[in-house]
């Protein structure tokens, strides 16, 4: 019977999918095969082998090694259950050449169980179940080791990073394939299925994105989504799992190498809230995805935080104002990457945005961009001015433009006179023209304000500039002799400087 089943097993690599990556459509990629067996090692040998590697229980008997063809419909599931018995032994993928053969059996098992989930019609019993179950938590939990690059700040893999793949990958897939088809096959029940994938298994699973491997994670994400839509009864759970996720990566440890694939599961539950929103989803806006923008990581999973944020502003566009007012909290002052990224955040969000919303913020806000406008970072500057490119934008501005020009026209001032960049003040050149065009007389009358300002501080600065030079003056007919004690003030007192006027 070895020999028979050996034979069967795939002599040369698979040809197909060597990328092992996992998509919500066509389900897992699959890699080549872990290492082909010897041709010259006797049956016996492999038996003696198996003994050695698998449990005595399952190799005594040879019944999961029977082909599903071979049984009659009634006993079909009982060799389910024994095939999943046999893959319950973990192998060592630190030698390739440590149990070859048994590792193609193990792989040749769960291809089998796959290929039955995918072709029953018969409703899975509740051993079927708890074996899978089983089998599944085996073979997937496992502690990762500690991280060791000196390059990442956190988030998981870093720009200059490559990613690490696991090298027990050609089963693990299969394992990861075989759960995200028997959790949305028909055949399961749904009560007997959250009973065994219960909350346990569920953290358990949602540990398993701090893996070093993008494989895995996007495995991971996609199982997680098929988990939600099928148990409702787990969804509230699953939220507040997720949750205490970002918590601790915001708060505490800064890093984690699963956030983006966690929001884009969360994209996609967002999408499926009910209005009015409750309660607990608008905390989730404001106390998780707006402190995530805090991280120096934020660029790994910035995307689908965006795309989060503006699903809650499709489902509620009354949000917008806290939004903005978030952002701004969390605005950075010396990363000028994320600055870029924080505009670009604002325009999307602003691009949704109703007249209503957009005054209950407009003064912080473009206090913020008139700031980066004047950036000696031409990336933010360019960035800012790039505002104006946006019709949606162009018209909340024009309807409140008596409140927002006079915040923005001293910084395009400012650019003209002052900036390095050509293409910055050549943007600047153009905004201005806009405004002059939107409202001569307003743009005019802050110009105006804005010299009269100048002229008043340059005012200030040459009084500032000749008292300071009287006390020098004074000072240095009164030199310091010996020990005697100065009292220095950080300004010279009013009366002294009366005296000196």
Known sequence: MWKQFLS????????SGESGQCSNGS????TSSCGSMPPSRPVSVIRRMSSAVFPSTVVA????????????NSEKQSLFVSKLSLCCVVFDFSDPDKSSAEKDIKRQTLLDLIEYVESTNSRFSDAVVAACSRMCAINLFREFPPRCRSGSSGGGEGDEDEPMFDPSWCHLQLVYELLLKFVGSSSLDTKAGKKHFDHSFIVKLLNLLESEDPRERDCLKTILHRIYGKFMVHRPFIRKAMSNIFYQFVFETDRHNGIAELLEVFGSVISGFALPLKEEHKMFLGRVLIPLHKPK????YLQQLTYCVTQFLEKDPKLASSVIHGLLRYWPVTNCQKEVMFLSEIEEILESTSQVEFQKCMV?????????????????????????NNDHIISLFAQNRQTIMPIVVPALEQNSENHWNQAVLNLTANVKKMFSEMDEDLFSSCLAKYKEDEE????????RKLTWEKLESVAAFQPVTGHAAVLIGRQPSANLIATLI
């Open 297 to 300: 990581s934020v660029g790994l």
């Open 364 to 388: 912080p806000l473009f206090q913020r961009i008139a700031r980066c406008i004047t950036s000696s970072h031409f990336q933010v500057a360019e960035r800012a001015l790039f505002v104006w």
């Open 8 to 15: 069967k097993l795939p002599r040369k690599p698979s040809a």
């Open 61 to 72: 008997g040879i019944e999961p090694l029977v082909s599903f063809k071979d049984v009659p």
């Open 456 to 463: 008043e501080r340059a005012q200030l600065e040459a009084k």
């Open 27 to 30: 389900g897992i990629q699959r």
